[in-house]
């Protein structure tokens, strides 16, 4: 599972009180090659979550706060900046680890790079 498709998953666990972000454990991670476009970058941009993909790729230890900008960059941001954040997004990818919901507890597991966010009927 790459940090980008993990900034799009939310918690589906019903009445569930903080269903984003879901905090990531990792066990595992691949390094997947990433062509570097300042283009498809400034697409993609806009559809992250700032501040969740910030508090997740510290909370990982990829990266100290304090090297990615405060706001999200847009297209006055260097290529310099763009690249390496293009590279957590699409590069970084989970290959073993679980996602802990911090609202209602639930563990969704990645195996083999795939989430499984499944629930029990009683969950639904």
């Known amino acids: 599972m790459r ?11 019903k009445n569930c009180s903080s269903p984003y ?3 990531l454990k990792v066990q595992e991670w691949v390094e997947v090659p ?9 697409h ?5 979550d700032w501040p969740a993909f910030v508090q997740t790729v510290t909370a990982c230890g990829l990266v100290d706060a304090a090297s990615l900008p405060i706001d999200k960059p847009d297209d006055s941001t260097p290529d310099s ?3 390496p954040i293009m590279n957590l997004l699409l590069g970084k990818q989970v290959k073993t680890g679980e996602m802990k919901c ?4 639930h563990t969704y597991p990645i195996t083999d ?3 499984n966010m499944l629930l029990n009927e009683d969950e639904i």
């Open 21 to 23: 972000p879901i905090p």
């Open 3 to 13: 940090l980008l498709v993990h900034n799009f998953l939310q918690c589906h666990v």
């Open 81 to 83: 900046i763009l690249s």
């Open 34 to 42: 990433v062509d570097y476009s300042r283009d498809a970058a400034l």
């Open 44 to 48: 993609l941009l806009p559809k992250v």
């Open 102 to 105: 911090a609202g209602c507890g």
């Open 113 to 115: 790079s795939i989430p």
